[in-house]
């Protein structure tokens, strides 16, 4: 018998977000696992879609110092002709803010979430807060750990606590990142080694990642520097930023920024409201603009050119 797939209701998910319920802990127990899947953690993001605008709103004086210092470590490897990728962009409040502090802007900024709404949402606070980079902006949604980019095609891939909740599975989510990404991770991340026995108990409980030095050097990169964050959100759950240099690849890098099948170097081509490839004889749909990139969003569509 074939498994059915789970359709939840998001009315009923908000209900229990909202009587603060651990929404973590609740869809776990219904689905049988101990860590986060991807679709636990897609889940509830979307209950909260608009909500991380509401907070940055309300507090853009602390908002601004936390991107500023982001900033400020980011644009050290930044130039004219970066690419530059946000994993777990959220609502694309920071990143916004981050560009903005910018001195020098990427020549081009990838930025993706798993949630459609969330990516959604940020639009909004684009248009609103981000100053003269609109057009230099490509936001999707698409799954951390089939990111749809083309091998060795990113200059430098960052995140900002988009990492944090796939505790298990962390190997997995930085040999990905490291097949995309030509030259530097810059990621900002819980760090679990210098936390408080309170913050890891907390970090535990809600499926953090742990150990990320040690992953990334038993596949072969380095950490290059490591940094801590001043006045996080949550003192509970302090930021560092993790310099990290990918395992020496040999392949040939890529001069231009192409999406591909998620998780693939098989390039996408745009053909009216979605993106197909000829090779694999899928397509994948636009929705308002935003591409959804997700292998769960595929559709064969292989006599397409006939």
Known sequence: ??????????????????????????????????????????????????????????????????????????????????????????????????????????KITFAFDISWSRIYCGNFFVEKHLKNYNSKLVPFVADIFEIPLQDNSIDLITSNHALEPNGGNLEELLCELFRVVKKRLVLFEPYYEKN???????????????????????????????????????????????VILPPPDNSKVKDVVNFSVPGTDSPLKKDDSFLYSEECGVSFPIIKNIPVLKSNSKIYTSVYHK
Do not use: A, W
């Not at 509401?54 to 210092?69: D, L």
């Open 1 to 106: 018998m074939r498994n059915k797939t789970i359709l939840y209701n998001i009315n009923t998910l908000k209900e229990l977000y909202n009587r603060n319920i651990n929404l973590s802990k609740h869809l776990k127990n219904e689905l049988g696992i101990d860590h986060n899947n991807e679709e636990i953690i897609e889940l509830m993001y979307e209950i909260q879609s608009g909500s991380y605008t509401n907070v940055i709103e309300n507090n853009m004086e602390f908002s601004k110092f936390y991107s500023m210092q982001l900033s400020n470590i980011l644009g050290k490897f930044i130039n004219k002709n970066t690419s530059l990728l946000d994993i777990g962009t959220g609502e694309m409040t920071n990143l916004s803010l981050v560009l903005n502090d910018l001195k020098i802007k990427p």
């Open 196 to 242: 408080s026995l309170e913050g890891k108990q907390r970090m535990d409980s809600l499926g953090y990642i742990k150990g990320l030095e040690n992953v990334v050097k038993e596949l072969g990169g380095s950490v290059e520097d490591v940094i801590k964050i001043d006045k996080p959100f949550n003192d509970l759950n302090p930021t560092y930023c993790f």
